[in-house]
Nanobody, 126 residues
Framework: VQLQASGGGTVQAGASMRLSCAAS????????VGWFRQAPGKEREFVSA????????YYADTVKGRFTVSRDNAKNTVYLQMNSLKPEDTAVYYC????????????????????WGQGTQVTVSS
């Protein structure tokens, strides 16, 4: 599975942005996908995840209620809709696919994700 995140840019606080994670590979629909972000000088942190069939989602407390993850397996794409953006959301955002297909439980554990895409920069100005 190869992944590519896109959709980043620079916006003002309070704005919205949608990130996309496009995947290659016929089996993409069998994998849970997570979003992570890394700000300068900080560890990469979990943001959100969605199960392989879209039935389960999981959010970090810092984005809960503002971000929404979704997927369209027919298009091999996962989305991260980000609303009410804050300067502290500034980071490089990465998408990643679970190591194991068809897992029922989504996880925030970075080590569980074995396939990573290149990140996309999101900058939120105050």
């Amino acid at each position: 599975v190869q992944l590519q995140a896109s959709g980043g840019g620079t916006v003002q606080a309070g704005a919205s942005m949608r990130l996309s994670c496009a995947a290659s590979g016929r089996t993409f629909g069998a994998y849970a996908v997570g979003w992570f972000r890394q700000a300068p000088g900080k560890e990469r942190e979990f943001v959100s995840a969605i199960s392989w069939n879209g039935d389960s989602t999981y959010y970090a407390d810092t984005v809960k209620g503002r971000f929404t993850v979704s997927r369209d397996n027919a298009k091999n794409t996962v989305y991260l809709q980000m609303n009410s953006l804050k300067p502290e959301d500034t980071a490089v955002y990465y998408c990643a696919a679970d190591r194991d297909p068809l897992r029922a439980i989504v996880t925030s554990t970075r080590e569980q994700y074995g396939y990573w895409g290149q990140g996309t920069q999101v900058t939120v100005s105050s």
